[in-house]
């Protein structure tokens, strides 16, 4: 896990992108005034508001980052397509289930990524991360974690946790190298 | 060919917010309802989106985005209540 | 043309699923079950929608028009972190599970 980037007048590298993305989709145009106008925000935006917060993991591996957000895209589309079928068929038939997966993760941000594409993919809903962090002592680290999910249709329960491990939760901790 | 298409997905949006506000009526819990009204903001967006389509403008957009931030702020801040009790702590 | 069929199947597909979201909404017996509809179904309708949107206004106004996928990728993000707040919330209200909903043990009061 990294949290500091190489460039010290460019602490966040994808943020910069984003933002240069968002103020050209906003317009709605690629005009060479917006284009200068969103390197000057994409440059300005991130060094004002970096000591706002503590600092990120960055994202070490981006070619990986992407093939994975195709994935989940994918992922999202075909899980759509099962929730769907799922809700019209009828109701007696399904079988709801509180699951724990055990994390390895253990930064907030990559957990909150996991979480995210749980909540979005194959009819799982993220509930809570345990152990609750306001229940520790002050200034303890816990030593597992474990997310809880809401599956709606639950059929074999430890084929759903590797699931999650493999296909979700290891590209994100090679992304993030953490 | 397009207006009938843009009636029957006016319809099929306009169905599913009364289908929302009958959750939102009924409950039986808050955040059954907060969940309802959720729901809600976003059929609004879509609706939104598609009047300007049919009005062939895209003036609309701004309302759709603000919608958008708007709700979802308001959502998490009603949610936030349920759970503390307050809104900023 | 083609893309008066394009943005057609889109808008009905995208009706579709926002329909069947709250239908899952109506439909389900208890909350956490409920809210799968609305984060899920709903959510991929509205893209389907904001790219039909997408196509229409690059077809009728001159150059491309691709600020509708601000909104796409606006719900994608905002969705899951809404549910996740209402599902800690009704965890927090105690609300009842359906019965026999497995590995209620799993869940722990806040």
Redesign the interface.
Known sequence: MRLESRFRWLPTPFRSLLLFV?WL????SVSPGHIILAVLFAFFIPVITFPFREPQPLIIKPGLAVKQFLIVLFD??T??LQ??L???GP?KK???????VPLDLTHAMPITIL???V??TP?T????V?P?P??LPPGEEPTERYL?I?V?D?DD?QALINTIKQRYEAPLKEIFQC | ??ET??L??FA??G???L??L??LVVGP????R???L??MY??T??LI??Y??SM?T?LY?EA??LI??LG?VS??AV??Y??RGDIIE | MYS?WL??IL??I?????????????????????????????????AG??I??MV??SN??DGI???????TI????????????????????K?K??D?????D???D?
């Open positions: 968002v989709l906003l317009n709605n999202i589309i899980a759509n929730v769907a799922l809700i019209l109701v399904l079988r709801p289930a509180f699951v724990k979480a995210s594409t909540s979005l009819g809903v993220s509930a809570e345990y609750i306001e229940s809880l809401h709606l639950l329960e | 060919m397009l298409v843009f029957i997905v099929m949006i169905l599913s917010l289908l929302n009958w959750r819990s808050v955040p059954d907060i969940l309802a959720d729901t976003i059929n967006i879509a989106i598609l300007g389509m062939g895209g957009f759709a985005l958008a931030m979802f959502t998490v949610c936030k349920l759970l | 008066e943005v057609s808008l009905l995208g009706g579709a699923f926002i329909l069947i979201g709250s239908i899952g909404l109506i439909k389900m017996p208890d909350f956490f079950m409920r809210l799968h509809g609305p984060t899920k179904a709903t959510t991929l309708g509205m929608v904001l039909a949107a229409f206004f009728a106004q028009s691709v600020k509708e996928l601000l909104i606006f719900l994608l993000i905002t969705a899951p972190i809404s549910g996740y707040m209402l599902i800690k919330s009704a965890i927090h209200h609300l599970a359906k026999g909903t497995k590995g209620l799993n869940v722990e806040d």
